[in-house]
């Protein structure tokens, strides 16, 4: 017989985003994943992709940390790739496959 725990490290290790020289956590619980979730298919159903973004990261960063992010004004490929590292992270997925799985849906719309 198998017997799976959950230790408390695992229960409170977040995972961490760096943008230039500043690092962010990222807010990995299952109910803001659920919400994550659920933002990513209403905003591409309505293709809004940025305004998607925007409320993933006040949800995985909080209202301060997505302000901050928002206020660099980074090139909008680097946003983008900011998205997928974040939906990575809470997924517990590896970048590429966020990658992948993103690219394949952009080919989809068109």
């Given at each position: 017989?198998?017997?799976?725990?959950?230790?408390?490290?695992?229960?409170?290790?977040?995972?961490?985003?760096?943008?230039?020289?500043?690092?962010?956590?990222v807010?990995?619980?299952?109910?803001?994943?659920?919400q994550?979730?659920?933002?990513?298919?209403?905003?591409?159903?309505?293709?809004?992709?940025?305004?998607?973004?925007?409320?993933?990261?006040?949800?995985?960063?909080?209202?301060?940390?997505?302000?901050?992010?928002?206020?660099?004004?980074?090139?909008?490929?680097?946003?983008?790739?900011?998205?997928?590292?974040?939906?990575?992270?809470?997924?517990?997925?590896?970048p590429?496959?966020v990658?992948?799985?993103?690219?394949?849906?952009?080919?989809?719309?068109?």
């Amino acid at each position: 017989m198998k017997l799976y725990t959950l230790d408390e490290k695992l229960l409170t290790e977040r995972p961490e985003i760096r943008i230039g020289d500043k690092v962010y956590p990222v807010d990995d619980r299952q109910k803001t994943v659920e919400q994550v979730t659920n933002l990513t298919t209403k905003y591409s159903e309505e293709k809004d992709l940025n305004k998607g973004i925007k409320e993933t990261f006040k949800l995985a960063f909080g209202d301060a940390a997505a302000k901050e992010i928002d206020e660099m004004n980074l090139p909008f490929v680097a946003y983008q790739q900011v998205f997928q590292l974040v939906m990575a992270a809470i997924m517990g997925e590896t970048p590429e496959a966020v990658a992948k799985r993103f690219q394949e849906a952009t080919k989809a719309e068109k």
